[in-house]
């Protein structure tokens, strides 16, 4: 077997983390990093974990980053806390020796995305760059997500066992179909698309969330889950709209000297 480490941020997930832990308990080091739990989630990791540490919340990639320091592995599989690895996948990981390993700079893992207990078909394969050696991998800013690439794309390894997310989560309704979470993200993900130069137009309001819509109720086999599938699509399209009219939001703050919290920005 590969001597690699997982690697587990969290922080008040006191329902997943245990099937977290449980589901790597065959890796050479468990690693975890707390960002200041108040649930008894550091209870519970603690019991599993060979190293835990409490740090505060550096962002999903700063936390990331900060965890692979720690490690005493140089090979190192990252992992949500509200995700576990899969048989299939862990028979996989198990089966690789250092020196087949070593050929690769980072691994890419498919993930299954449940939501309400179901299996969001329109989301697979959705695939991660969880697996890394982190002498050779290049991390990729993202306003919501830790992102990786590998310093040569011949040097990738595809594996085929999945990840499982939020299999045993309570989260609810507000989770994943709207409120103040749902705002919030697509607002971050709003800011970091126009501090790259996107801009908003008429195609991006009009055309972009029908298309989303479609790809994820034809082209991902959504229609096949019923009114689940047509949830999830229509939550698809509510998305990608909502996503550019922030963005839309933005360039109006800014051709207009407005801050935040709506009052202009006087000068002197």
Known sequence: MATLT???????????????????????????I???STDGTADIARHYADKYVIEPWRGYTGQKEFGVTLAKNDWILILDADEEVSKKLAGELIELADRDIDRYDMGMIPRRNYVLGRHVRAWSPDHMSRLMHRGRIRW??????????????????????????????????????GGKRMDDRLTSIARQMHARGRRCGWFDLVIRPRMAFWKMYLLKWGFLDGKFGLLIAQKAAVSTQLKYAALWAIEQEERTGLKKGGQPDLKE
């Open 6 to 32: 997982v690697l587990i941020c969290c922080g008040n997930a006191v329902d997943t983390i245990a099937a977290a832990c449980r589901s790597v308990e065959w890796a050479d080091e468990l690693l975890v």
């Open 140 to 177: 990729v800013e993202h306003a919501l997500h830790d992102q990786r690439e590998a310093t040569s794309p011949d040097r990738v390894l595809w594996l085929k066992g999945w990840l499982e997310h939020k299999r045993v989560s309570r989260a609810g309704f507000g989770d994943y179909f």
């Open 34 to 36: 707390d960002s200041g």
